[in-house]
């Protein structure tokens, strides 16, 4: 059976071939004209997107085996609860800049375009590290502890698109209009090009996706080093973002222990690569793990939803 490792080129040039081909018929057809995405159009575009992620998986298990094809779907299932969790970053930065809802898809396009780019980098850069300084492991490791207990304390005060050093560097020295021109990112007016706030929005979604790619490449890499199965999970895992934003933005608030959840998931994957020279921790049971602690992190969402506790009344309050 052929290994995943002796892929040539054109396994390579095939994949972008087929995302760039979705990516045109999304952009091109079906959001030529800027609209507000409705709850029907997210859903659909969340299972063709997790549909296709799913048979690229089963095509992996069929080619390269069950180890692989665990590594993909794990690594996979990873990065789409991160990107979960990103999509509250996502809503703040629209809320911040009052970008009305028809144009967010716009800006989510490029953005993703400009994280494939940089989740490469990161990818190809990780796995280089890894073969050449050994004790790289062991840094990304305890990075993943550290992104895990950061998590933990986060609280939704501390996003602020207004302290993104990006924006502040382009507030600084772009000319921008002051209102929105459509879904435009720049303007000619008076001879001079402008920039709009929508490609502010764009910046700093952009700079806000580099610092995501800090804390799951590594958690990536730490379930496979296959540059392949790496990058294709984590691709699959962003490109299917756009729609999970417009089908969660507004039900992610009722999910209140999905950051704990997350930082869960961190930290043991950050002990998986602790361990690593120690004790081998299989694909298998990382995956079940990831998939338990979400489990328990969604039913426990759940409970508290549907058995609020009873506010306690203020000692100093009485009756009237």
Known sequence: ????????????????????????????????????????????????????????????????????ALAFLTAYLVEKSLSADNIFVFAVIFAYFGVP???????????????????????????????????????????????GYRLLRRSEEEVDPGRNPVLRLARRWLPVTESFHGQKFVVRTEGKWLATPLLLVLLVVESTDVMFAVDSVPAVLAITSDVFIAYTSNIFAILGLRALYFLLAGLLQRWR????????????????MLLSEVYHIPTAVSLGVVLAILTLSAVASWWVERHPKPEVPHPGASDR
């Open 101 to 147: 809802p028809k144009y967010q898809h716009r800006v989510l396009f490029w953005g993703i375009l400009g994280a494939i780019f940089t989740r490469a980098v990161f990818i190809i850069a990780g796995v280089q590290l890894l073969k050449m300084f050994k004790f790289t492991i062991y840094i990304f490791g305890a990075l993943l502890l550290y992104t």
């Open 257 to 272: 222990y999905l950051h704990t959840g997350l930082a869960v998931i961190l930290m043991f994957i950050g002990v998986k």
């Open 1 to 68: 059976m052929m290994g995943l490792q002796t892929w040539e080129i054109w396994m390579w040039a095939a994949f972008h071939v087929v995302i760039a081909i979705m990516l045109a018929i999304d952009l091109g057809v079906f959001h030529k004209q800027a609209h507000e995405v409705s709850l029907r159009e997210a859903t659909i575009w969340s299972i063709v997107w997790i549909g296709v992620a799913l048979v690229f998986n089963a095509w992996i298990w069929f080619v390269g085996g069950v180890e692989p």
